[in-house]
Each structure stands twice: as C-alpha cells, then as structure tokens.
C-alpha cells in the first residue's frame, strides 16, 4: 500500500541528531514513508543508515540542502509529504492529526504552530498558529508564518514547486511562498506539529565557499 505522508530529511554530518529525527518519524502514526538524504557526510552517517530497514536512503555528492530535498520528493509517494531537518523532529500524533484533517477538509495545505527548543538554554517556546485570512501576506510576514517543517502539503499539490539553490538560507520561506501564489486550500491542525532546534553547530542551509 502507497504511504499516507511522506517525510523527506535532508542531511549533512548530523549523525549527533538524525536518530531522534528518524524516531520521531517513527512514531508520528500512520503509514509514514521516512526518506532520508545524505548529502555526501563524512561522519559515518550513511554507514548508520545501512541499518535502518525501514528509512529510503538516498545518497548524493554535497550538493546542498535543496538538491537533496528534491531528490528525495522525487522518489516520495505519499498522499501528502512533510519536510523535517535531521536536527529537529516531530512531535506525537501530529502526522495522523493532520492528515486526517487534510483528507476531511479537502486541504492542500495543512498548516500548524510549533515548539522551539534553544539546545544551549535548555529551555523551550511554544509558537501556536496565528490565524490570518491572507496566506500570502502572512508569509511574507504580516503576522507569525509559523515553519514549513509543522505543515503537511498535498504532494500533488506541489509536485511542480521546487526547493531552489538560488534562495540560499531562505530556501524554505521562498518555497512557501511559491506554494502561497498558487492558492492553496488551506487547513488548519490547532495544535503543535515538531519542534526546531536552536543550537551553535552547522546548517545545510549556510554552505561554504
């Protein structure tokens, strides 16, 4: 049977963080199909991942966030598709929660608040979905756009929509933005989807040279 969601991690010498992403995924109810991309790490991160019979590994030469992230939608097959980072991971019941809501409210778009977790305070802040009845404008920051990571999007929806280089660290808000000018249907889960990680080491998003 086809997945229900499709979850695409993109990675790059996060083996200190990519099992609690993957276990998350795990447990983040119904049919989850867990890709995950190695973008050419050093760290013996593709020799954990040999391991892990239920993951779709994929590996690529360090190419960057966006080529791995494209490469993994590429070979997805879920009804919907949620992209997480290996340093973050999602939360309980939120996969289930928010398909169901998509599948009932015909959404192409299922949009969610979520939790920060700052690594060096040890402390937490909970960011609950702002309602705005202008997805675009909310997205080019009329009000708190919440993260790409807490939304589920119909992979038919966005089967045309690329993660594009050019955009650099703002990759992901541009590639909802694009989605936003399409007109999406949008629903809303009134609860936290994942929880993004603030910490001092490296980000796929900030390349080198």
């Keep these: 049977m086809s997945p229900d969601v499709s979850i695409i991690i993109p990675t790059y010498n996060r083996l200190w963080a990519l099992p609690q992403a993957v276990e998350s995924c795990r447990a983040a109810g119904r049919r989850a199909e867990i890709i995950v991309v190695d973008d ?8 954990w991942l040999q391991g892990q019979k239920d993951v779709a590994a994929i590996h690529q030469d360090n190419w960057g966030k966006d080529w791995a992230v494209n490469k993994g939608f590429a070979t ?33 778009v299922v949009v969610a608040g979520f939790r920060v977790f700052d690594e060096k305070t040890q402390t937490e802040q909970l960011l609950n979905w702002t309602t705005c009845d202008d997805f675009i404008a909310q997205q080019l920051g009329e009000c708190d756009s919440s993260h790409y990571s ?44 994942f929880v993004h990680r603030h910490h001092e080491r490296g980000r796929l998003q900030f390349g080198d040279g």
């Design 40 to 47: 050419g790490s050093t760290d013996g991160t593709w020799d």
């Design 150 to 193: 807490a939304y589920l999007f119909r992979r038919s929806f966005i089967q045309n929509i690329f993660h594009r280089q050019e955009f650099a660290f703002r990759d992901d808000r541009m590639f909802v933005i694009e989605v936003a000018l399409h007109k999406p249907r949008i629903a809303v889960y009134d609860a936290l989807a």
């Design 76 to 108: 997805a097959r879920g009804e919907f598709v949620r992209f997480l980072d290996s340093d973050d991971w999602i939360l309980p019941d939120a996969n289930e929660k928010q398909l169901a809501i998509g599948r009932s409210q015909n959404a192409d």
